[in-house]
């Protein structure tokens, strides 16, 4: 039988890895590191140093392989998804066999955690053969975002949503809450709504030695991120940001 742990490895800083995520990594029989290419080789660089620092069992393995790009050309947003997501884990599953056949623990270091807008659990359950999974929770973009910024999360007896930039660009501000997460924006779709009355969070490499902050008024921090996020993407080749909306009277 093989056991396939997802650990949440945080967003970017070795010190917000639990006890628990180290246990499950000296466990692996296999460690899989996915490669996304030149522009983001910070993401795998991260999680070899995680394996450097913390692992001390000398029989487990440690093998990279190159994860597929997602069409985002296609038309079908859901269907481009949809079959990203059984290219992956034919990966997955075919790295696996190679290294390890069908029966062990493999590890599979996931950004942020499991759980929350990513797609490994999704992805796990497309392997050929099934396996036992087990997700060890991990500190997440949003938490990261609001501890940066000393940020209590929800106003008092408040909803809040957590979104996507693509939901936020097209169809505005949700109805019946007073604060969005955006997460996922590949732009700054936060530009899309009246800033009037707005206040903003913002966040980029949380976590990590490059992390970025602002915070303001929308109208008048609005440019300054997107100039700032412009900067930072052509420094580094790749961003990923999240941040928070508040509506105030």
């Not at 628990?20 to 996915?34: E, H, K, M, Q, R």
């Amino acid at each position: 039988m093989m056991t396939l742990f997802l650990i949440g490895i945080g967003c970017g800083d070795p010190g917000q890895l639990t006890r628990a995520a180290i246990d499950a990594i000296n466990a692996a029989d296999l460690v899989l590191i996915p490669r996304k290419g030149t522009a983001k080789t910070d993401l795998a660089d991260l999680r070899r140093t995680i394996c450097a620092d913390v692992l001390t069992n000398n029989s487990t393995h440690i093998v990279e392989f190159d994860l597929p790009v997602r069409d985002a050309a296609q038309a079908d947003y859901r269907k481009g998804v949809d079959d990203w997501h059984d290219a992956v884990a034919a990966v997955w599953s075919r790295t696996i066999a190679d290294h390890l056949g069908g029966d062990g623990k493999v590890a599979l270091l996931i950004w942020g955690d499991p759980s929350l807008y990513d797609s490994s659990l999704r992805i796990a359950r497309r392997l050929d053969p099934l396996p036992e999974i087990e997700v060890v929770p991990g500190i997440t973009s949003i938490q990261a975002l609001c501890a940066a910024h000393t940020l209590p999360l929800n106003d008092i007896g408040e909803p809040f949503l957590v979104t996507t930039g693509r939901r936020l660009r097209e169809g505005g501000w949700p109805q019946g809450v007073d604060t969005v997460v955006v997460m996922l924006d590949g732009g700054t779709a936060f530009q899309s709504l009246d800033p009037h009355g707005l206040h903003i969070w913002w966040g980029a490499y949380l976590g990590m030695a490059d992390q970025i902050i602002l915070a303001g008024a929308l109208a008048e921090m609005g440019p300054r991120i997107v100039a700032a996020r412009q900067d930072a993407r052509e420094r580094h080749g790749w961003i990923m940001d999240s941040y928070i909306l508040k509506r105030r009277p």
